[in-house]
């Protein structure tokens, strides 16, 4: 798969068959929009071409507190898997927001991809105060020597559904719903920094991660069970976001417990994937209960990664 960040030079693609949109996490929905594309670039005989936005529209338009589930770099990772041929990273800025619904198609779509086939789906809109649609598309396909193939509907719809139900998942901490969703385990790369140290001197030493992406959507406060990535090495853990109230914390921390691991690994990236939530975050009577509750939670950790 290859990737044109924002101002590459494009190539000439072979009978370009593209669809557009944000792709944010790429989730099932996502999934299925991705296989029947490629359907039909075999249909043409042609490549494959995946056109998404950097940033997040939403981000430019106003949204200033939206939260995404795959920044960019994450975004196209998880693209890789599925067999696309390209993928076209366009800038969104005012500037491009601002174009007629014609000049999107004449300068943007055709000038750049030469599309043999658009495949879109039956709400999708683009240009200024989002005017263009199927129906434009379709107008405008003889002129410029495209065919327009439409996305089912149900499509469409689950992969809608399926965006807000993925993020109102997380925000409950329901990672389980997340995941049937997305089709993989939710992750968070972070890099570790120096905490207090204070689950070393409790027996419980944990890697404090600072979140790479401060756009990145982080799940609700709460202990988990997870897999730990680091130098491509999984590990089983147990995960604690929240404010630590039982030793007076005010700031929100992310701090996992590697099982069976001891390295120094400050400033090291690690990644986290999200198995299933434990229990909320809770204040203890003082440390003595805080050990205890963390050797069950250990223990149910620990039997959660096993059955999966």
């Not at 089709?183 to 120096?194: A, E, K, S």
Request: hydrophobic share 40%.
């Amino acid at each position: 798969m290859r990737i044109f960040l924002p101002n590459e030079p494009l190539p000439t693609f072979r009978n370009a068959v593209i669809t557009i949109g944000t792709f944010d996490g790429v989730h099932c929905g996502h999934q299925q929009i991705i296989r029947h594309l490629k359907k039909v670039a075999e249909q043409y005989q042609g490549e494959t071409v995946l056109i998404t936005f950097e940033p997040h529209p939403r981000l430019l338009l106003g949204k200033q507190s939206f939260e995404l589930l795959s920044p960019d770099t994450e975004k196209y990772q998880l693209l890789r898997h599925f067999g696309l041929d390209n993928v076209a990273v366009t800038a969104f800025t005012p500037q491009f927001s601002q174009q007629t619904p014609q000049a999107y198609v004449a300068d943007f779509l055709v000038q750049n991809f030469a599309p043999r086939c658009i495949v879109i789906g039956y709400d999708h809109r683009f240009g200024q105060n989002r005017a263009g649609d199927f129906v434009l598309l379709e107008q405008l396909s003889t002129q410029y020597g495209f065919d327009v193939a439409e996305i089912p509907k149900q499509l469409v719809d689950d992969m809608a559904v399926s965006s807000t139900k993925i993020r109102n998942a997380l925000h409950e901490g329901n990672v389980t719903s997340a995941q049937h969703l997305l089709g993989y385990w939710y992750p968070l790369y972070g890099t570790v920094v120096r905490g207090q140290q204070l689950g070393r001197k409790i027996g419980y030493p944990t890697a404090n991660i600072a979140v790479s992406n401060p756009l990145k959507l982080v799940p609700a406060n709460g202990v988990y069970a997870v897999q730990v990535i680091h130098n491509n090495q999984p590990y089983g853990g147990m995960l604690n976001i929240g404010i630590r109230p039982t030793v007076n914390g005010t700031n929100r921390t992310t701090e996992v417990h590697i099982f069976d691991f001891d390295e120094d690994i400050y400033d090291q990236t690690l990644q986290v994937n999200f198995v299933e939530r434990l229990r909320n975050e809770q204040k203890f009577a003082g440390l003595d209960a805080l050990i205890a509750q963390l050797k069950q939670d250990e223990i149910a950790a620990r039997q959660v990664i096993m059955n999966k």
